[in-house]
């Protein structure tokens, strides 16, 4: 095997991760590593490796799109020349005689093609965030997903704003965080710097789906002359670095690249419908350096790789974490003479909306990023108690957020206790199995005090999870643990706030009667759980 593709030692572990996972009862598990820490190269080994296990049967990869695609087979043939690597997709159909098939989701979701596929011993879907779509169920359901065939998912980020993934992968068994990364020398460091536009007003973008609507978002990027601030901020702080700015919208994207263009940076637009001959001619010239810049409007969020990119501009606020990170993602990968990375980060004056920001790259908790300040050193303020090993570790404490936006309302106490609020006087949370990783799941009311499940069995997080949502969405009604209900997003009421003043809770400017019930919830929840002495498992 060529040297560049032997498993560095964490694709290793997320591989033998996967085999010893799929021993167990579940077989539908996923693998979570950042952006430019090489999923390719780790699936490519896995079948390499399973290969002579499945009896004479074939793997199946799925992808979405078509740079995916080529990646994948190309990337498989690097692993393992001897592979005979197939590619389904459009007016392409080589699955007859092939050790390993590459087929996009939108050719087998024709019921013909895929029905036209046999033998699939393994599959593997690429940026499995997107399998709880329809498609994406069908496709998998019919390659025996829900029947024993081993499935595994690869992502940068778990997280989907319409949830569902967690009735899709049963486990996460192995998730790398991006200051490991860093911290090994796999990625950059990254730098932040907020482009503050005075003029940019997000209180009136609405919200959909848990994110900012795309054309009231690219609109109110527009009149607000935000696209001329950033065009200056990249010549005063980014004049020398090749760099790709995340937009909205098309036109949004295309009128970046003309303001860019106009403050003296070659620039150019790329799009989900532009022409693929266009687009891959526009790509190259980025790539051979005759274009400093490339605006787009949410294309190379996946599948995109072009190490030298020393830039990112996040033009597209989201409340999306997940998204965030796939953006700026694209600017973590080193390259010859790259130092780090540089992230211009375009904010209105204020917002109601919580937007995510660099601090959101990492699972942990690491506070505020600091202007001028990179993630490593902010990360390494935060946890300047400890000792230095903890920042070259694997991350040991576990992202409750795995399945990322999921509809119900989450909280947390100050002490780490994930609950659900249910009702004044009820409420689902989770205690530690002591000496595993599991959890259990328990119910308080306020007449019976705490009590366990009847199956009161210890759970990986993601099935504790799912589990409790469940029970959470039968207990109570869907407004009370909604987390984006009508009414969270209305002023706090005299009530709140002076129920906050008694109690001693400072409630931040700009919070809505959601925030706000929150912080009364998580104080209330912290409190009771702070006088229980909890049974024993």
Not at 275 to 282: E, F, K, L, V, Y
Not at 345 to 359: C, E, P, Y
Not at 431 to 436: A, F, I, L, N
């Amino acid at each position: 095997m060529p040297e560049a593709f032997t498993p560095r030692p964490y694709q290793a572990e997320a591989i033998q991760a996967l085999i010893d996972g799929w021993a167990g009862p579940h077989n539908r598990l996923a693998v979570v590593l950042p952006t430019g820490a090489g999923k390719t190269v780790v699936f490519s080994n896995l079948v390499h490796q399973m290969l002579d296990t499945l009896g004479g049967r074939r793997a199946l990869v799925i992808a979405h799109r078509e740079e995916l695609l080529e990646q994948a087979a190309a990337k498989l043939r690097a692993v393992d020349p001897s592979l005979r690597v197939g590619i389904v997709k459009a007016e392409r159909d080589e699955h007859h005689d092939v050790d390993v098939i590459v087929a996009s989701v939108q050719t087998l979701a024709v019921q013909k093609r895929r029905e036209a596929i046999r033998d699939v011993g393994l599959v593997i879907v690429d940026e499995c965030h997107h399998a709880a779509a329809r498609t994406y169920m069908e496709v998998l359901q019919h390659f025996g997903a829900w029947d024993g065939v081993p499935v595994a998912g690869f992502t940068a980020t778990m997280t989907r704003t319409d949830g569902g993934l967690a009735e899709v992968w049963e486990d996460v068994v192995f998730t790398l965080d991006i200051l490991d990364m860093i911290s090994d020398g796999y990625l950059c460091d990254v730098r932040g710097k907020r482009i503050t536009v005075d003029t940019l007003d997000l209180d009136k973008v609405k919200t959909r789906n848990g994110d900012l609507v795309e054309g009231q978002l690219g609109q109110a990027l527009e009149d607000s002359g935000a696209l001329d601030a950033i065009a200056k901020a990249y010549v005063d702080h980014a004049t020398d670095r090749p760099g790709v700015v995340f937009t909205p919208t098309v036109a949004t994207a295309q009128a970046a690249a003309e303001a860019m263009r106009a403050a003296g940076i070659s620039a150019a637009p790329v799009w989900g419908d532009m022409g693929r001959d266009d687009r891959r001619a526009t790509l190259a010239r980025y790539e051979a350096g005759d274009v400093q810049v490339l605006t787009n409007c949410m294309v190379l969020t996946e599948g995109f790789d072009a190490p030298h990119t020393s830039c990112i501009v996040v033009a597209r606020p989201t409340k999306s974490p997940g998204l965030y990170v796939q953006m700026v993602g694209r600017g973590l990968r080193p390259a010859p003479g790259k130092s780090d990375a540089l992230l211009l980060d375009v904010m209105g004056a204020s917002t109601r909306h919580k937007l995510a920001s660099m601090v959101d790259l990492t699972a942990r908790e690491i506070g505020q990023a600091e202007e001028g300040k990179s993630l490593r050193q902010v990360a390494e303020e935060a946890v300047a108690a400890e000792k230095r090993r903890a920042l070259v570790a694997h991350i040991e404490a576990e992202e409750f957020n795995l399945f990322g936006a999921s509809a119900i309302r989450w909280l947390r106490t100050e002490d780490g206790t994930w609950f659900i609020r249910l009702t004044s006087a009820m409420f689902l949370f989770l205690v530690r199995d002591p000496g595993t990783r599991l959890y259990r799941m328990r119910r308080w009311t306020e007449a019976d005090g705490v009590h366990p499940p009847r199956d009161d069995t210890a759970r990986p997080l993601p099935e504790a999870l799912a589990w409790l949502e469940q029970q959470a969405k039968v207990l109570a009604p869907g407004a009370f643990v909604a987390r984006q209900a009508r009414w969270r997003m209305g002023q706090p009421s005299p009530k709140q706030l002076g129920l906050c003043r008694r109690l001693g809770i400072q409630v931040p400017r700009g919070s809505t009667a959601g925030d706000v019930a929150d912080l009364i919830d998580q104080d209330r929840v912290g409190r009771v759980l702070g006088q229980l002495i909890l049974p024993a498992a």
